[in-house]
């Protein structure tokens, strides 16, 4: 018995019944199987959403899977060991936290299959193209929950990739929940080079906009906000960065907007100038 995900609940009026699969809502009086709610729920009709409740069965073992491949790649091409470095991703803690892996491409669709994945299953859940090729080729690779992020690193391709579907929560979000002090920030090597100077209560939105589930995230208590978002010229971050703390604020959040020199990201600014210490004094000068 929980509050109902249907509708605006204030006590206790969803039931589910585990052993036959069925759920019943005693305050909206909705109720029905698993598809039923999967339909409710997404608002979607039948046969989407049997394809939602395979696919939401189906991804994570081969995710999973994908991700462990990938990083077994990065120990193997110096490409991605190099570009690493250059953004500042240097401690092997670091890369084992992150799980960081790479995807030199041509090799994963060969992999998955040898191991009794269907090529359907790898067409739909994005990691191959209808093409028949891998999806991510020379990006580096972050797993997220329930997706995967692709860093290009040539510079001739799209710089961002995610796998159809959403891109989760906020990143890691378990490890900092508890903190009363919270840095988001927009990029994952931002997280990477912040983490990585001693700043563990740092997370990640993966762009500068955050869904409803990141968001809900980040209200789920009071505590202190610090959004370092990136500086960039046509002010995009910046923008973002106020009026989110003006969401937070009317959720009750104590926010604080970090302003960095004009043109870095927190990335930038710690490979290229800053140390920590540096990073520090940011933070306390920061606007309210
Ligand atoms: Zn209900």
Redesign the pocket.
């Known amino acids: 018995m929980g509050l ?1 995900p ?2 605006a ?1 204030q006590r206790p ?2 039931l589910v019944d585990t052993s036959k699969g069925l759920f019943y ?1 005693y ?2 009086g ?1 109720g029905g199987d698993l598809i039923r709610f999967a339909e409710l729920y997404h608002q979607v009709k039948f046969p989407q959403a049997v394809a939602l409740l395979q696919q939401w069965r189906g991804l994570p073992p081969l995710l999973q899977e994908t991700a462990g491949f990938y990083r077994m790649q990065l120990q193997r091409h110096g490409e991605a060991a190099a570009y690493l470095y250059q953004r500042g991703v240097r401690s092997p803690e670091l890369i084992e936290h992150m799980r960081i892996g790479y995807a030199p491409g041509g090799c994963l669709r060969g992999w998955l299959t040898q191991l009794g994945y269907p090529l359907q299953a790898l067409r739909q859940a994005g990691l191959v193209t209808s093409a028949g090729y891998d999806a991510y080729t020379h990006r580096i690779v972050f797993p997220l929950e329930g997706n995967l992020y692709g860093r290009s690193l040539s510079a001739a391709a799209s710089p961002h990739r995610f796998l159809p579907g959403a891109k989760g929560g906020l990143y890691l979000w378990e490890q900092v929940r508890q903190c009363p002090e919270v840095i988001l920030v927009e990029g994952l090597f931002d997280y990477a080079v912040l983490w990585q100077a001693g700043f563990h209560n740092v997370t990640c939105s993966m762009g500068n906009h955050l869904n409803g589930r990141q968001y809900r995230q980040l209200c789920d208590r009071p505590r202190a906000i610090y959004l370092v978002f990136d500086a960039d010229a046509n002010g995009s971050g910046q923008q973002a960065a106020q009026s989110l703390a003006c969401r937070l604020r009317e959720q009750g959040m104590n926010v604080h907007r970090v302003s960095l020199p004009d043109g870095h990201d927190p990335n930038s600014f710690l490979v290229q100038d800053g140390d920590a210490r540096q990073f520090q004094a940011l933070l306390e000068a920061a606007l309210p």
């Open positions: 109902c249907l509708h609940d009026s969803f809502c305050g909206c909705r």
